[in-house]
Every structure is written in C-alpha cells, then in structure tokens.
C-alpha cells in the first residue's frame, strides 16, 4: 500500500480529489505541482507540508516562493521541477495528474526509479505507450490506472489468471453533453455548451474531449497498451448513466464489471491502495435508485475523433503521438473560440495527412512528432 506520495498536477480536479483521498488514508505527500495557480498551491502546501512545490510557470513559482519563505519548503520551477519531484526518493507513489503529454517524461523518470505509478495521465500511454510499458517490466515499476474506466477494467481482472481468458474490454462512455445530436447539428457548438459534461466534474480540457468523445478514443489506446491487447478486443458503448465505469467480455461469454457512484475518489483510493481495500466515508451506490442502465452504439459519424482514434492506434508508430498534440492544440484553440467544435477532428486530420509516421519510434522520435503536430494545427 501507498505510503508516501509526489503528486505531480495538485491544483486541477483529479489532484485536489486526489489530496482528499490522502487525508482519509493518512498519507504523506513529498511533493506537490501545479501550472500556474498560486493561490491554491499555498494553501495546499501549508495543510500537507510538502518537502518540494513545483510550479511549470517561473513567474508563479517566484511568487510562491516569496509567500512561503517562512516553510521549509523547496520551490522549483519548469520540467526540471516536474522531473524532480516525480524522482523524489521519499516517494513510494507518483501520481501522474498533469494534463497532456508534458506528463510523459516525468513519468518515465518515476518508472525508471520503480516506483508505482498511480497513472491519471492517458497521453503517456496513448504517445508513447510501448516504451512506457517496457520501461515499467524492465524497472518493476507498477502501473495502477486512476481513469475511472481503465481502474474499472484493472479491478475487473483481478481474478483472471490468464490474459488469453479477455474475448474483449468494453469501456463505457456517457457521451458528453451532445449525445443523440448530428454532424450538421454539432458545426456550430460554442465551449460554453461543450464544458456542461452531463456527469462529471473535470478540467476544460477533458471535457471538451468527451464531448468529442476523443476520451474514449484516447482510452483505448491506453488500454490497449496496459493490457497488451490489439485494438480490435477494446471496443467502447455509451452509457448515460456512468454507473458501469467498464467490463470485461471473457472467452466464455462471461462479462465482469465494475459498478459505482460517479465519483473519482473511488478509483484513485484503489490505486493507492491495491491491492488491498480500505473503508470509504463516500456515500456507495444504491441499486434501488440508480435507475435504469442503457447502452447504446457510439455515431462514429456525428462524432469522427473516436473512428480516428482507432485507426491510429491500428497504424502505430508516431500516429498516436502526432493525433493527441493536434487535438490538444486543437481544443485549445476552441477554447480561445478560434475553431469550431467539428473543425477538432478536422485538424487532427489535417495533422495526420501532413506528417509522415515513424514506427518502432524512439522517445525523441515521439517528442519530435508532437512538437511537429502542434506547429501544424497553430499554421492553419
């Protein structure tokens, strides 16, 4: 069990439900990181007592640095800071919290130094998931995914005693705010309608991939990296009411799944705690008021991310690397309401189409493609 933890993006949804979990448990935290909001990582430094705070923006950590010069606390700044804190030695967890693909190299620093990675950061694995997962066999690293679908698959297999025994994963999707809506319908979509996720509280850049459904595209790649499994055996239903967080289909035609409040303290608990169990003060799920459940088919063709998604996780290579930096240059730029919402997959496209894909990529390889991608969709 989880002793000690470096969490590396405390300041956004997951990290501060993440802090939460670490009161309940009574856990240490030896590091804490953030972007750019000051005013919270001073708070959250003077409760938890972090030997090191991070902030990416050297502007905030200067100012962070000023308000808590009365702390024995270590401030650093930028990558070099993220990296540091992910390698911390106190730390016997590392929770990947950050959004987007800067989490990757720190969390390959942190496998490197086998500790167990409480993964919340789906584009380390959707980039570069290969070497991630080699580099976690060769230094008996353990990844233990946070997202609430990949924990729901993870918990799920906790009885099979044979990968061969998996027909298929099935990750379940709420289909974000549009669900049932056309192509044509979703052109002229404005973020403030795309940030009502009918569900769940997350971050802007998250939701905004839900609505795309680009997070469940996202989502089977990672799966089908943590669990060695060609695209074809992960496949993705909708499931309005986020009650079943994901199954597994085994070869007999059993399917064992996870069930659960919408809440995400219950996977991140798991994480630290596995393989054990501990008591929750959270309300459970009453079956007797949940409603009914129903699944339904994705619209591949009102909602194109999830279609490319698969295709690049069929092509391999830099593909993956190349369609995440689009789409999150792309999501960015709608957020700023210079696209619009179907120009994302439009971008991302266009990205694909532009770059010549690497396979058997090295991590500069990877990094490359995604500096490329990005530099792509800001040229349009």
Request: hydrophobic share 45%; charged share 25%; aromatic share 4%.
């Amino acid at each position: 069990m989880t002793k000690t933890i470096s969490l590396l993006g405390s300041t956004g949804s997951i990290g501060r439900q993440t802090l939460q979990v670490t009161q309940e448990l009574g856990l240490r935290v030896a590091a804490l990181t953030a972007n750019t909001q000051v005013d919270m990582m001073e708070r959250q430094v003077r409760q938890f007592h972090p030997a090191l705070a991070v902030m990416m923006d050297q502007e905030a950590a200067d100012e962070l640095r000023r308000r808590i010069s009365d702390l024995p606390v270590a401030v650093l700044s930028g990558p070099e800071g993220l990296l540091t804190a992910a390698t911390l030695d106190e730390a016997d967890t590392v929770v990947t919290a950050v959004v987007g693909s800067v989490g990757l190299r720190p969390t390959l620093a942190a496998i490197e130094k086998g500790k167990r990675i409480a993964l919340a950061n789906k584009e380390t694995l959707v980039c570069a998931g290969e070497l991630v997962m080699d580099a976690a066999d060769r230094c008996g690293a353990r990844i233990v995914p946070v997202d609430s679908e990949h924990s729901a698959i993870f918990q799920s297999l906790q009885g099979c005693r044979d990968r061969s025994e998996i027909k298929r994963l099935i990750l379940t999707c709420s289909g974000g705010p549009f669900f049932g809506k056309s192509h044509d319908e979703l052109e002229n979509i404005r973020p403030f309608d795309a940030l009502k996720h009918p569900n769940w509280s997350m971050g802007a850049k998250i939701t905004i991939d839900s609505a795309t459904l680009m997070n469940k595209g996202l989502e089977i790649i990672e799966a089908m990296r943590l669990y060695r499994l060609p695209v074809e055996q992960v496949d993705a239903v909708i499931h309005r009411q986020s009650i079943v967080h994901s199954l597994v289909e085994f070869r007999d035609g059993a399917m064992i799944a996870q069930l659960g409040t919408p809440d995400m303290k219950l996977p991140i608990r798991y994480a630290f705690t596995w393989p054990n169990r501990a008591a929750s003060p959270d309300t459970p799920l009453d079956l007797l008021s949940c409603g009914a459940l129903t699944f339904h088919a994705p619209d591949l063709d009102a909602f194109p991310c999830l279609r490319i998604a698969r295709q690049c996780a069929k092509t391999g290579g830099t593909a993956c690397a190349i369609m995440n930096a689009a789409n999150e240059e792309a999501v960015m730029a709608f957020l700023r309401g210079e696209l619009g919402f179907n120009d994302i997959p439009r971008q991302v496209e266009r990205a694909l189409s532009a770059l010549a894909v690497k396979y058997t990529p090295s991590l500069e390889d990877i990094l490359e493609a995604d500096r490329m991608a990005r530099q792509v969709v800001r040229n349009r």
